[in-house]
DNA sequence: CCGCATCCCATGTGATACTG
DNA sequence: CAGTATCACATGGGATGCGG
C-alpha cells in the first residue's frame, strides 16, 4: 500500500508519488469540477477498475489530497485544500495534451467533467473581462454544460437553463477551440448546431475559450 | 509497446498517456536541464532499472516528446520543442510537491538535475529583476551548481567558478527556500557553510529563491 | 442500489545478468 | 557505453460477489 517511492529528494518525485500512479490524476480532474460519490466517478472514469477506484480513493485520502465530506449523510468525496491546489498541474497537462489531440476514435468519450475542465483550461479571463456577461448551453454528446462568464468569472455547471446561446457539438469542438475551424464554417457546415439565440455569439464563445494547437 | 490508453477524449487523459508512465516525466525533468546521454540519464535517476529506461526512452521519442540529437557523434537525447513544452508541467508539479517534501530519509539522494530543476521552480523572476546581478556556487551534497542571476534571467549550470558567494548547504536547503529558515540563523548553527564571499548574500539568494511551504 | 471486496489472469515493473 | 535478456513479482484490468 505504501505508495512506491523514487529515492530522491525533489519536489517532482514527491507529486509523482502522491498523485502518479495510473488514473489517480485524472480522479483529481473530477474533484475538481466538484464533489463526486463514488458512482459518479467510476461513471466519469468509464474504463477504470472499481477495485482501482476503490484503491485508488484510499492512497489520496491517505496522503491528503482528498477526503469524504464530513457531515454529508452520503459518502461523498471532495479534494482538501491541498488537492484543490494541484489545479495549476492538470490545467497545464490539459493544454499540453490538448496539442496532441488528433481525431476522436469509436471508443474514447467526452465525459462532463473532463470538458468542463478544458473549458476552463481554455478560458481567457483577460478577454472574458472585455467582453459582455454571456451564458451558453454546450451540449456535446452525453455532456450538457451550463457555461455563465461573467468578466473575469467563469462558471460551468451541468444542466441547461435560460441562456443567450444554446448550440450542440461533437468532438470538433476542439477544432473549434483551436482556431482551426471558424465560427462561421462551423455553423455553415453542421459541425455546429445552434439550438437557440444569434449564432453570432458562437464567435464570442471562441474568443473567450482558446486553447493553442 | 501502444500507450496504454484511458478512453477518453480529453487534454489531461492525452497528456499522461504519453508522460504518465511511471518514470517519464522525471526523464523529462532531467532533459529540461540540457540533453543527456543514457548514462547520465541512469546517473540522474538511480533506481530506474536499465531496462525501464530504454523502454522509457523508446517510447517518448515514439510520440515525439524527446529524441536523439542529430549529427551528435554520441548518442544524446534531447527534448523536441514539444517535450519542452512540458515544462510549466513539472515546475508546477514541483512546486505543489515541494509542500509535501518532509525531512529527507537516508536513502533519498538530491541529484544536480532535480535541484536544477528546483531552482528554476524557486526563482522569482520579478523580484531578481530589482536586485543586483548575482552569482552563487551552491554545494549540496553530491550536485555542484553554478547559479547566476542576471536580471530576469537565471541560468544554472554545473561546476565552479568565481562567483560573489559560494556556500555548501544539505537537504536544510528546502528550509532555506521555504522560509523556515533564516539565513543568520542557517549560517549560525551551520546549516549553511560559507565558503567564499560575504555571508550577507545569503540573504539575497533566498529572496531571490523562494516557495512556498 | 451503492460502495466497495475478491478472484484471476495479463501486463508492467524491478533486479540482475549479459552483450555488441 | 548503451542498451538486451531473463525471470520473479507487483500492479492493473475485467468479471463477479456481497453486505449495508
Not at 3 to 32: F, H, P
Not at 70 to 80: F, G, H, K, Q
Not at 105 to 133: G, N, Y
Not at 180 to 187: G, K, M, N, V, W
Request: aromatic residues 6%.
Amino acid at each position: 500500500m505504501a505508495a512506491r517511492e523514487y529515492g530522491q529528494y525533489c519536489g517532482v518525485t514527491r507529486a509523482l508519488e502522491l498523485v502518479g500512479e495510473r488514473w489517480a490524476m485524472l480522479i483529481v480532474r473530477d474533484l475538481l469540477v466538484g464533489p463526486r460519490r463514488y458512482g459518479e466517478l467510476a461513471a466519469g472514469l468509464p474504463r477504470i477498475p472499481s477495485n482501482i477506484l476503490a484503491t485508488r480513493l484510499k492512497e489520496l485520502q491517505e496522503c491528503g489530497v482528498i477526503r469524504r465530506a464530513p457531515r454529508s449523510r452520503v459518502i461523498v468525496y471532495e479534494l482538501t485544500p491541498y488537492g484543490r491546489e494541484l489545479e495549476p498541474v492538470v490545467l497545464a497537462l490539459g493544454a499540453w495534451g490538448f496539442k496532441a489531440m488528433g481525431d476522436p476514435r469509436e471508443d474514447q468519450v467526452i465525459t462532463p467533467d473532463a470538458m468542463t475542465m478544458a473549458l476552463r483550461t481554455a478560458f481567457r479571463e483577460d478577454i472574458a473581462s472585455t467582453l459582455p456577461a454571456t451564458s451558453y448551453v454546450a451540449h456535446l454528446g452525453l455532456a450538457e454544460l451550463l457555461v455563465r462568464v461573467d468578466g473575469p468569472r467563469l462558471d460551468v455547471s451541468r444542466g441547461d437553463g435560460p441562456v443567450d446561446l444554446a448550440f450542440a457539438t461533437g468532438p470538433e469542438v476542439r477544432l473549434l477551440l483551436s482556431g482551426d475551424l471558424s465560427p462561421e464554417r462551423a455553423i455553415t457546415t453542421g459541425a455546429v448546431e445552434i439550438l437557440r439565440g444569434p449564432g453570432r455569439l458562437l464567435e464570442r464563445f471562441t474568443r473567450t475559450f482558446h486553447l493553442a494547437a
